[in-house]
């Protein structure tokens, strides 16, 4: 996108019509086995009306992950996880910087993962979270954020980091 990029309510309603298109397609379907903000953002752009919790009560499922890394299976490609997000790449209004800033209606995975906003679940947190991004973005009142914005939102407390690395640590040893 051009430097004077300007978002509207149409670049929204174009985002959803896309997004949507990729996951109800043979590779978007991935999607599913992600979870996260990435599973969220599928379930609304998939129609269901459900909140999180409706859908997890009506089939709570199982979830599993490999630690020891032996199996394979394809994943998501950064830029399929940055059309679900609403990444958009807009030329860097600086004449000095020849960058890209990329904004979304939705932060990166990898940045909630390490947030304090991982609770290793879909929590009533994110729920609500998630709900009032969605009303904002759709009555217009918020666009597309970049980067930086996101990551002070979601910024990690040290000490907090430092329990939850610990607690992943001995997760994945008592699972060894």
């Known amino acids: 996108r051009p430097a004077d990029f300007a978002h509207s309510q149409a670049h929204f ?17 991935r999607v599913w086995k992600m979870g996260g903000i990435l ?24 979830v599993t992950r490999q630690v020891t890394g032996t199996a394979f299976d394809e994943v998501l490609t950064e830029s399929e996880i940055n059309l679900i997000m609403g990444t958009y790449h807009v030329a860097s209004p600086s004449v000095s910087q ?3 800033l990329d904004l979304s ?12 906003f991982n609770f ?5 947190v994110n ?21 930086k914005k996101w990551r002070s939102q979601f910024r990690v407390v040290k000490a ?10 001995a997760a994945v040893e008592f699972l060894l």
């Open 105 to 116: 209606y939705w932060p990166h995975p990898k940045l909630l993962y390490d947030s304090n």
């Open 98 to 100: 020849i960058k890209t």
């Open 13 to 29: 309603e174009e985002w959803e019509n896309v997004a949507r298109e990729f996951i109800l397609s043979p590779r978007g379907r």
């Open 160 to 169: 907090m980091r430092e329990r939850r690395d610990r607690s992943r640590a």
């Open 39 to 62: 599973w969220r953002v599928a379930l609304y752009l998939s129609g269901d009306t459900r909140t999180g919790f409706e859908l997890m009560d009506s089939n709570p499922g199982a």
């Open 120 to 124: 290793g679940c879909w929590t009533p």
């Open 127 to 147: 729920e609500s979270w998630f709900v009032e991004r969605l009303k904002a973005l759709r009555i217009g009142s918020a666009g597309p954020t970049n980067q």
